[in-house]
Each structure stands twice: as C-alpha cells, then as structure tokens.
C-alpha cells in the first residue's frame, strides 16, 4: 500500500504563489508516476499535472501550464506544486495521486485527502 499526505493549501489573492506538498510513504518503490488533480464546486476532478520517477518527463494542464511547477524530491518521498499567478478559478481541493503505470491523466492507484486552495479576487 502506498500512502499520500497532502499539505500547504490556503488562502491566497490572486496573483500570489502557493506551494503544495506530498508526502508519500508504504510502498513507494512501486510508483512510476505521480500526479496532482483538482476539484472545484460543483464540477469533476480534473488533471493538474504530473511527473514520471526521478523526474524524466512532466505533463501539465493547459489551464495551468506556464504558472505551475510539478516536481520532486525521491531522498524526502516528496511531490510538490508550486502554483504561481494563480486566479480565482484555480480555487479547488488540491489532490495528490500516485501510480505504478505511465499515463498522465489516468489509471491512478493512490489517492490523498485533499487539500484546499482558495484564490481571493
């Protein structure tokens, strides 16, 4: 089994940065690719972004590209999502996920709690 611990959500005018962490633990050498997905009021779970093990691609949103940073710190089991420019419509619960495939926006095993990021206007 493998363990996901989601922190750093908050709240944040827009145009500010936040920084998401995962911490990650169990069986971690089992995952190849790790992802963050949101969910905003109202509307489904949507893909964020994601990294494949020891960082050799990252795939990101459309909505997000440029103005998020997905990465990760194997030493500390860690994924992080540094958010920058961010707007009211990236207010959403922050999820972090984890799998032993290859897709980006699919197919994943482990999920975390959520954690909230709400953009101030």
């Known amino acids: 089994q493998v363990q996901l611990v989601e922190s750093g959500g908050g709240l944040v005018q827009a145009g500010g940065s936040l920084t998401l962490s995962c911490a990650v633990s169990g069986r971690t050498f089992s995952i190849y690719t790790m992802g963050w997905f949101r969910q905003a009021p109202g509307k489904e779970r949507e893909f964020v972004a994601a990294?494949?093990?020891?960082?050799?691609?990252?795939h990101y949103a459309d909505s997000v590209k440029g103005r998020f940073t997905i990465s990760g710190d194997n030493g500390k089991n860690t994924v992080y999502l540094q958010m920058n420019s961010l707007k009211p419509e990236d207010t959403a619960v922050y999820y972090c996920?984890?799998?032993?495939?290859?897709?980006?926006?699919?197919?994943?095993?482990?999920w975390g709690q959520g954690t909230q990021v709400t953009v101030s206007s």
């Open positions: 996920a984890a799998q032993r495939g290859q897709d980006y926006s699919g197919g994943y095993d482990y």
């Open positions: 990294i494949r093990k020891f960082g050799i691609s990252t």
